[in-house]
Each structure stands twice: as C-alpha cells, then as structure tokens.
C-alpha cells in the first residue's frame, strides 16, 4: 500500500535563482500523478528535493507525519527507503551488468544472501521485460531496455513511492505505449504511489489520476486529470492541448509584445478536444485507486466535449467500465 506525500509551502532556490516557490500539492496514497512543465522549470529537481537528494529552503515534505524537509540525517535515510526513482537518465553504473546494478540496492542497503538477492533481482527483470539481458552492461543494450533496467532497480526494495523521471524520453512511440502500459500495470500490482515527470502529452493525457502543471515558478495547478483536461486556464489548456497559442513561447516566457499581437489577432483559443478514456490495467483487472470515469465532471457539473472517454476502437468507456466491474468482482481474467 502507498503512502500519501503532503508537500506544503515548498520553495528552492540556487544562490539567487529561484527555482520555484510555494509548491503545495498531495500526492494521494496509491495514485498515478503526472507533473508537467516546460524544460528547466524544475520538475527534477522537484523529484530529488522530494527524496531529500536536495534540502528546500522553506516549506515541509510530510510522509506518515514525518516531514521529510526538516528532519535528521537518521529519519531521512529511514525515510528514503520509501522510495523508488527512476532517474532521468537512468543512472545505471556503466561498469556493472544490469544484473549487478539491479541487485547493487539490496547488497548496499540488506542483508539478504545472495540466492535471496537472485530471485527478488530476476523477479524484477522479468516483470520489465529484461530476462536474458542480465550479463549485459548498459552501454551495450538500447536505451529503452536501459529504461526499464532503471525501472527493474527502482523496484528492487518494494518502494511506497515510485518516482520516474521522464521514462518515456527517447522511446519510439511504441515503446512508450508498451511503457504506460508496464507503469499501469505496476500501480495495479504494488499499489504504490506514483508521480512521473514526463514531456509526453499522450502519457499525461491518459494514464494518471491527477495532473500538475509546473510554470513561472509556480505549480500553476494541480488535481484531478479530468479537472485540468478540461480546464479553460491559458497555461494548462496551451500545454496539455501542446498548443503554440498561449503565455508559453519558446523561451519559456513569451514576452509582453508577443502576447499583445496573438490579442490583438484575436485569436480564438479553440474548442478542447475529447478527454480521453485513462489507460486501465490489463486483464479486466482495476487499480485500487481507480476513479470510474466522468467522476470529477459529474461531480463539479462539468459537460465534457462531446467524443470524450471513447478510445480508438470505438469503445465509450462511460458504458465500458460498468461491465469492467462486473468482469473484475466476477474474478474474469
Ligand atoms: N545542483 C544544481 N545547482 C544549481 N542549479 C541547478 C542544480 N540542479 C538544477 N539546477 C537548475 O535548476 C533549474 C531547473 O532544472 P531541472 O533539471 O529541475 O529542470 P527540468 O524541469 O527537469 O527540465 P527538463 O524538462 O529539461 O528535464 C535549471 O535552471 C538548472 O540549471
Ligand atoms: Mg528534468
């Protein structure tokens, strides 16, 4: 079972550069979140200062009512052990075959034997797909197997939390859908909770339960995916929509006279396209966490666009997911 993260009032700098300031948001037990954010508005830095890699200059990170940000040195490698992360480059040793990098956390932080660390490390690499590549080093596999290596030692000390930055970054589109689907997979099965950086619309748009929007140094929004796809605030509708028209330029800031000039032109922001169905575990199977459809809408009166939860085989998931129920208490596989 997860554990739910309260980060409030969270704020870092570096010398006089402020990288963002007064970040609150919870990171529910158990459920997928997604933060977004033009490059360099640091989303990884969010990740390290949430595992304590980097300290916050003001603001508390609480986890099973320790705060995170204003502890010990004990307390926190204690609480470290919660986490799983999923760099984004990897950060696989380059000497070690992805035998001995996906072991190297059970032989530096237990004391199990090694034909205990075997079968938990080939667990792990059958579960991302990587038995038969255990003797290889990282520089002689592709980086989409390096990913999911990654993913395998991430896994390795059953973390609460699972952190990924960018695990889709360099994947075909394929991959990233076989990817996704690994991830869903992975929060049915070990409940964690998840927060995963990524640039990739399609992943933000489909896969977690709530979505975060990092800009100008501030986390613009933060909630339910279906609250922020169908969201008329500029920013989030400009990013989550990967529109050029909007407050975001190619610098990241689009300056005063270019903003002025897309007003004048009057250009019309557009209608949002449908929101698409969230990408469900396979094999009938339901995430814990899982919010049936339209829930967030239904609740706050909101129509969504018309086309909205039915995916590309023509399946309206409004209509779908009370038969996944069924199927799902009916213990169908
Ligand atoms: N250890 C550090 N010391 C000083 N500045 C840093 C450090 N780490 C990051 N920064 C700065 O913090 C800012 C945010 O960096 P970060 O890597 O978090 O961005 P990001 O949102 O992850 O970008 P991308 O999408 O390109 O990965 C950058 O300006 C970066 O130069
Ligand atoms: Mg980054």
Known sequence: MGVEVVVDGLTKSFGRQVIWEDVSLTLPAGEISVLLGPSGTGKSVFLKTLVGLLRPDRGHIWIDGHDLANCTENKLYELRRLFGVLFQDGALFGSLSLYDNVAFPLREHTKRSESQIRQIVMEKMELVGLVGAEGKLPGEISGGMRKRAGLARALVLDPEIILFDEPDSGLDPVRTAYLNQLIVDLNAETEATFLIVTHDINTARTVPDDIGLLFRRELVMFGPREMLLSSDEPVVRQFL?????????????????ELEAEAQQGHDPGT????????????????????PPGTWLAANGVIPPQGSFVDDRGRNWLEEYPRLINAHLNGVR
Request: aromatic share 0%; hydrophobic share 25%; glycine share 8%.
């Open 241 to 257: 929509n990967a529109r050029k028209h909007g407050p975001i330029g190619m610098s990241e800031e689009k300056d005063i006279s």
């Open 272 to 291: 949002l396209p449908p929101i698409p169905p969230q990408l469900m575990p396979s094999g009938n199977r339901l995430r814990r966490t899982q919010r």
